[in-house]
């Protein structure tokens, strides 16, 4: 594509962009503005123009700078990559200029120089100083380094042999991240994150009077905004005013001052940078260039969204042009608003306007001109929607298809299953027609696809449309099923049936409202009280139940769950206490006893752990490396310690539950402790009740058939899941990204260090997973489950939730709400896999036996040995 930009001479040499990550506008302005940023409040009342930057989600570092300085939104299929890098490369402000100079940290400056272009300068700091601890101004010193390494280099610069610092077109950009780490740390309205704020303020003040003092020519532009607000409990990437609305100041060459705030789309900054100091406008950007904060005149300005009009036209070209070379004659349909009156035309009409000096008209026409821009280019960017929910939706219902009749084939016994096939009739008309509608459709697939130069991904999903074929090989096994269906309390199972489909529907809408998944619960309750006689201490249990419920039901965003809680973790270090005394008089062998000791001294450990670190993070003197160590041995030892008890089934499952509870307790915040202690306590407990329920059994042979593929184990699958969902949601969390905080690991690491803290983060959402599952175990132990059944059938459960979700995705209004319905729908999409993982870990804290695995060990390095020698 070519790159474009105005002809005229641009308003400014150079521009300084000033960006405090994680700065919101409402910590900025206000009453407070004049002792939080004094220097600011200056520039705002007296010197240029101000007002809102809105973001689009998710609020996170990476794509808050590539909208900044590139002038895109990202494709949500950036959300696999982390923060580390953009999954396309991609033009920005900084390839553009003549020169650039960029200080910060290295994982946003680094962004903008992956071809290592020679005029573009890049200086950052070490990511260990990125410290999270709450020390003392520890967030503040990385505003610091980078005001002090700018001070350095233009103090450096020779004045009378000035090359590339003196050139026009210059940017220097300043990433300043105290503010977020402030954020994460301390929270924003704390007195920390405030003096981060003085800091800055006084930073900016010094580096612009440093330029204007180099210079001296006043035709520097400075620009000052954020790339992401904050929530009040100290984290961001979802959509709330807090985290998508950051301030906006803009002073010096090209601005005139004004006395009303503005409101500008973040994406919009890279095109204004780019006309301010006359360099092309990123190619990729989708920026529209905001015109009344410019001071110039008419002429100017027209010509500066012409060019604005032509780099959109660029990309507008280029998607038309690569689907139509993609596309079948026939079947190609170009977007509908250029066809009376093409493109090209509007072009030579804005051009024309331009040179007849109609310049406020010509401005309109390009403003209209774009808006049909960036609707073609949208337009052309979904051209293969309904295409490929085709293919996926015909897919999962094959394969759903499928998995129902490995289910079948799976209850059923092989002498019944050939009676059946031998002596029901079997409709064959129905069942030819069946199958050549299958292969019929199989076909038409094939055709749309191979018939058209489509992408390589589109030819997988295509793929996954012979799932059909599976399908068809089995039709006599289902035309079969519902043969008997027909014949046996059809009505039961059919209500049964309908009954699935609607907790199944409640689970999906528990994603949106978390409130749904407590009416699963009631449910749960209500059929256990039909069997209330197989619970020793029912209405203990119902306690617990209901205390679970009204946790989870409490809001999720409070400042009880979001901070430190030390009533809740004394109150359920009081409730673990009462629970040890209990459960070791339930053991029969000393050695367990003995291993109980250990795990609840280190739970106890854990909870004094907890507090002092929280302590000493709030009193400002950090993690201190003896609480550190401690926990890192907590978090690496506790596992071990269910591997040295007896096998006896409900022993393991509290040794197993204890030790999971180690680490949780090292990073839970606000009622999380009282919470996990009752859901424990119910997951026991419903692993006791399905234990201890009658397996009733069916003397018809065709009832078997029917009735076993809606038995007790469909309906444990189907509460485990509900129990899962339960533990993710009780807890506060939610289907966004701002619902997780760094601050979880204080414990463990104070530093930046991304993976560690991804991967202990990752650690706290499995641990209540991981304790669903080893009650699972449990059960399909005591009552002889088969493991492969019952895993088709929660696969069958999640499939159905998947097709739901995939009807949730947009690719159309805010980033919040692509962002989170892809996400969902991705999330639903790993939690089997997810489970049979998680799933082997809770059979090796539930079955293997220690003594066992530790003579393995001393075999193995004796024939080792013995080999050597």
Same mark, same amino acid.
């Given at each position: 594509?070519?790159?474009?930009?105005?002809?005229?001479?641009?308003?400014?040499?150079?521009?300084?962009?000033?960006?405090?990550?994680?700065?919101?506008?409402?910590?900025?302005?206000?009453?407070?503005?004049?002792?939080? !940023?004094?220097?600011?409040?200056?520039?705002?009342?007296?010197?240029?123009?101000?007002?809102?930057?809105?973001?689009?989600?998710?609020?996170?570092?990476?794509?808050?700078?590539?909208?900044?300085?590139?002038?895109?939104?990202?494709?949500?299929?950036?959300?696999?990559?982390?923060?580390?890098?953009?999954?396309?490369?991609?033009?920005?402000?900084?390839?553009?200029?003549?020169?650039?100079?960029?200080?910060?940290?290295?994982?946003?400056?680094?962004?903008?120089?992956?071809?290592?272009?020679?005029?573009?300068?890049?200086?950052?700091?070490?990511?260990?100083?990125?410290?999270?601890?709450?020390?003392?101004?520890?967030?503040?010193?990385?505003?610091?380094?980078?005001?002090?390494?700018?001070?350095?280099?233009?103090?450096?610069?020779?004045?009378?042999?000035? $090359?590339?610092?003196?050139?026009?077109?210059?940017?220097?950009?300043?990433?300043?991240?105290?503010?977020?780490?402030?954020?994460?740390?301390?929270?924003?309205?704390?007195?920390?994150?405030?003096?981060?704020?003085?800091?800055?303020? @006084?930073?900016?003040?010094?580096?612009?009077?440093?330029?204007?003092?180099?210079?001296?020519?006043?035709?520097?532009?400075?620009?000052?905004?954020?790339?992401?607000?904050?929530?009040?409990?100290?984290?961001?990437?979802?959509?709330?005013?807090?985290?998508?609305?950051?301030?906006?100041?803009?002073?010096?060459?090209?601005?005139?001052?004004?006395?009303?705030?503005? %409101?500008?789309?973040?994406?919009?900054?890279?095109?204004?940078?780019?006309?301010?100091?006359?360099?092309?406008?990123?190619?990729?950007?989708?920026?529209?260039?905001?015109?009344?904060?410019?001071?110039?005149?008419?002429?100017?300005?027209?010509?500066?969204?012409?060019?604005?009009?032509?780099?959109?036209?660029?990309?507008?070209?280029?998607?038309?042009?690569?689907?139509?070379?993609?596309?079948?004659?026939?079947?190609?349909?170009?977007?509908?608003?250029?066809?009376?009156?093409?493109?090209?035309?509007?072009?030579?009409?804005?051009?024309?306007?331009?040179?007849?000096?109609?310049?406020?008209?010509?401005? %309109?026409?390009?403003?209209?001109?774009?808006?049909?821009?960036?609707?073609?280019?949208?337009?052309?960017?979904?051209?293969?929607?309904?295409?490929?929910?085709?293919?996926?939706?015909?897919?999962?219902?094959?394969?759903?298809?499928?998995?129902?009749?490995?289910?079948?084939?799976?209850?059923?016994?092989?002498?019944? $299953?050939?009676?059946?096939?031998?002596? &029901?009739?079997?409709?064959?008309?129905?069942?030819?027609?069946?199958?050549?509608?299958?292969?019929?459709?199989?076909?038409?697939?094939?055709?749309?696809?191979?018939?058209?130069?489509?992408? =390589?991904?589109?030819?997988?999903?295509?793929?996954?449309?012979?799932?059909?074929?599976?399908?068809?090989?089995?039709?006599?096994?289902?035309?079969?099923?519902?043969?008997?269906?027909?014949?046996?309390?059809?009505?039961?199972?059919?209500?049964?049936?309908?009954?699935?489909?609607?907790?199944?529907?409640?689970?999906?809408?528990?994603?949106?409202?978390?409130?749904?998944?407590?009416?699963?619960?009631?449910?749960?309750?209500?059929?256990?009280?039909?069997?209330?006689?197989?619970?020793?201490?029912?209405?203990?249990?119902?306690?617990?139940?209901?205390?679970?419920?009204?946790?989870?039901?409490?809001? =999720?965003?409070?400042?009880?769950?979001?901070?430190?809680?030390?009533?809740?973790?004394?109150?359920?270090?009081?409730?673990?206490?009462?629970?040890?005394?209990?459960?070791?008089?339930?053991?029969?062998?000393?050695?367990?006893?003995?291993?109980?000791?250990?795990?609840?001294?280190?739970?106890?450990?854990?909870?004094?752990?907890?507090?002092?670190?929280?302590?000493?993070?709030?009193?400002?003197?950090?993690?201190?490396?003896? &609480?550190?160590?401690?926990?890192?041995?907590?978090?690496?030892?506790?596992?071990?310690?269910?591997?040295?008890?007896?096998?006896?089934?409900?022993?393991?499952?509290?040794?197993?539950?204890?030790?999971?509870?180690?680490?949780?307790?090292?990073?839970?915040?606000?009622?999380?402790?009282?919470?996990?202690?009752?859901?424990?306590?119910?997951?026991?407990?419903?692993?006791?009740?399905?234990? !201890?329920?009658?397996?009733?059994?069916?003397?018809?042979?065709?009832?078997?058939?029917?009735?076993?593929?809606?038995?007790?184990? @469909?309906?444990?699958?189907?509460?485990?899941?509900?129990?899962?969902?339960?533990?993710?949601?009780?807890?506060? &969390?939610?289907?966004?990204?701002?619902?997780?905080?760094?601050?979880?690991?204080?414990?463990?690491?104070?530093?930046?260090?991304?993976?560690?803290?991804?991967?202990?983060? *990752?650690?706290?959402?499995?641990?209540?997973?991981?304790?669903? *599952?080893?009650?699972?175990?449990?059960?399909?132990?005591?009552?002889?489950?088969?493991?492969? %059944?019952?895993?088709?059938?929660?696969?069958?459960?999640?499939?159905?939730?998947?097709?739901?979700?995939?009807?949730?995705?947009?690719?159309?209004?805010?980033?919040?709400?692509?962002?989170?319905?892809?996400?969902?729908?991705?999330? =639903? &999409?790993?939690? $089997?896999?997810?489970?049979?993982?998680?799933?082997?870990? !809770?059979?090796?804290?539930?079955?293997?036996?220690?003594?066992?695995?530790?003579?393995?060990?001393? %075999?193995?390095?004796?024939?080792?040995?013995?080999?050597?020698?």
């Amino acid at each position: 594509m070519t790159p474009h930009k105005s002809s005229t001479p641009p308003p400014a040499k150079r521009v300084v962009l000033f960006v405090a990550d994680g700065l919101r506008a409402s910590s900025l302005y206000g009453k407070h503005i004049k002792l939080r !940023a004094p220097y600011l409040s200056y520039v705002v009342d007296y010197m240029g123009v101000w007002g809102i930057s809105h973001t689009q989600v998710p609020t996170e570092s990476r794509p808050g700078h590539i909208a900044l300085l590139a002038g895109f939104n990202e494709d949500p299929s950036a959300i696999t990559r982390g923060w580390k890098s953009n999954p396309v490369e991609f033009d920005s402000v900084i390839n553009q200029s003549a020169n650039a100079w960029c200080w910060g940290s290295p994982d946003i400056v680094d962004l903008f120089n992956k071809d290592n272009l020679p005029h573009i300068h890049l200086h950052s700091y070490d990511a260990t100083m990125q410290d999270f601890s709450g020390k003392h101004n520890a967030t503040a010193k990385l505003d610091t380094w980078v005001f002090e390494q700018v001070k350095t280099f233009v103090n450096t610069q020779n004045r009378s042999s000035c $090359t590339d610092f003196c050139n026009n077109g210059n940017i220097l950009f300043l990433h300043l991240l105290g503010l977020d780490t402030a954020g994460h740390s301390l929270k924003p309205e704390s007195i920390g994150y405030i003096e981060n704020i003085k800091v800055v303020d @006084t930073g900016v003040k010094d580096i612009v009077h440093l330029i204007e003092n180099y210079f001296n020519d006043n035709m520097t532009a400075y620009v000052f905004t954020a790339d992401h607000g904050m929530t009040d409990w100290g984290s961001h990437g979802d959509g709330s005013k807090h985290e998508t609305e950051v301030p906006f100041i803009a002073w010096g060459a090209g601005f005139s001052h004004g006395s009303f705030a503005v %409101n500008i789309e973040q994406i919009n900054i890279a095109a204004l940078l780019s006309a301010l100091i006359g360099v092309n406008i990123p190619i990729n950007s989708l920026g529209i260039i905001p015109l009344d904060l410019i001071d110039s005149t008419d002429y100017n300005k027209a010509d500066i969204i012409y060019a604005n009009t032509l780099q959109l036209y660029e990309q507008y070209k280029k998607k038309h042009t690569t689907i139509q070379a993609s596309t079948m004659k026939l079947t190609f349909r170009p977007y509908s608003k250029f066809l009376d009156f093409t493109l090209e035309q509007n072009l030579e009409l804005l051009e024309t306007l331009i040179k007849e000096g109609d310049y406020k008209e010509s401005i %309109n026409k390009a403003y209209e001109i774009i808006a049909l821009c960036k609707e073609g280019i949208n337009y052309y960017l979904s051209y293969y929607q309904n295409v490929l929910l085709f293919f996926v939706t015909f897919g999962f219902v094959g394969w759903i298809s499928y998995l129902f009749i490995c289910i079948i084939k799976f209850k059923m016994l092989v002498d019944n $299953t050939n009676r059946i096939l031998q002596f &029901n009739k079997i409709n064959k008309k129905a069942l030819k027609i069946t199958s050549f509608i299958i292969y019929g459709l199989l076909t038409f697939v094939c055709i749309l696809v191979f018939a058209q130069s489509l992408p =390589v991904k589109y030819y997988v999903y295509c793929v996954f449309c012979f799932t059909w074929l599976a399908v068809g090989k089995n039709l006599k096994i289902l035309f079969a099923f519902f043969s008997v269906f027909g014949r046996y309390n059809w009505h039961r199972y059919l209500y049964s049936a309908a009954g699935y489909v609607v907790g199944i529907e409640l689970l999906v809408r528990t994603f949106f409202v978390r409130d749904y998944i407590s009416l699963l619960l009631l449910y749960y309750f209500w059929k256990c009280y039909n069997d209330k006689h197989i619970y020793k201490d029912f209405y203990i249990w119902l306690i617990d139940l209901i205390t679970v419920i009204g946790l989870a039901a409490c809001p =999720v965003i409070l400042q009880l769950q979001t901070e430190f809680s030390y009533r809740s973790a004394f109150l359920s270090l009081l409730l673990w206490i009462d629970s040890n005394s209990s459960i070791i008089k339930l053991l029969l062998s000393v050695s367990d006893k003995r291993v109980f000791v250990v795990q609840f001294g280190f739970l106890y450990l854990a909870f004094i752990n907890a507090i002092c670190v929280n302590l000493t993070i709030t009193y400002g003197y950090g993690l201190l490396l003896v &609480n550190q160590i401690i926990s890192w041995i907590l978090l690496v030892v506790s596992p071990v310690l269910p591997l040295l008890m007896s096998t006896k089934l409900n022993n393991r499952l509290w040794s197993a539950i204890v030790t999971l509870m180690v680490p949780y307790t090292l990073m839970a915040v606000g009622y999380e402790h009282l919470f996990m202690h009752f859901f424990v306590r119910l997951i026991f407990n419903w692993s006791l009740k399905e234990a !201890a329920r009658k397996h009733k059994k069916s003397s018809s042979i065709d009832a078997i058939l029917v009735e076993q593929t809606d038995d007790r184990s @469909t309906r444990t699958c189907f509460y485990m899941l509900v129990f899962l969902m339960f533990s993710y949601f009780g807890v506060g &969390n939610t289907a966004s990204v701002s619902s997780f905080d760094p601050m979880w690991t204080r414990c463990f690491v104070t530093v930046f260090s991304p993976y560690t803290m991804a991967i202990l983060i *990752l650690i706290k959402l499995m641990i209540p997973f991981l304790i669903v *599952l080893c009650g699972f175990r449990s059960i399909v132990t005591s009552i002889n489950g088969h493991l492969y %059944n019952s895993f088709l059938t929660l696969l069958l459960f999640c499939d159905f939730m998947v097709i739901r979700f995939l009807y949730f995705v947009k690719n159309e209004g805010s980033w919040l709400e692509i962002g989170i319905s892809l996400s969902r729908y991705i999330a =639903v &999409n790993v939690t $089997t896999i997810l489970l049979i993982i998680l799933y082997q870990i !809770a059979n090796a804290l539930t079955t293997i036996n220690g003594t066992a695995l530790n003579v393995t060990l001393i %075999n193995l390095i004796n024939y080792i040995k013995v080999k050597l020698n």
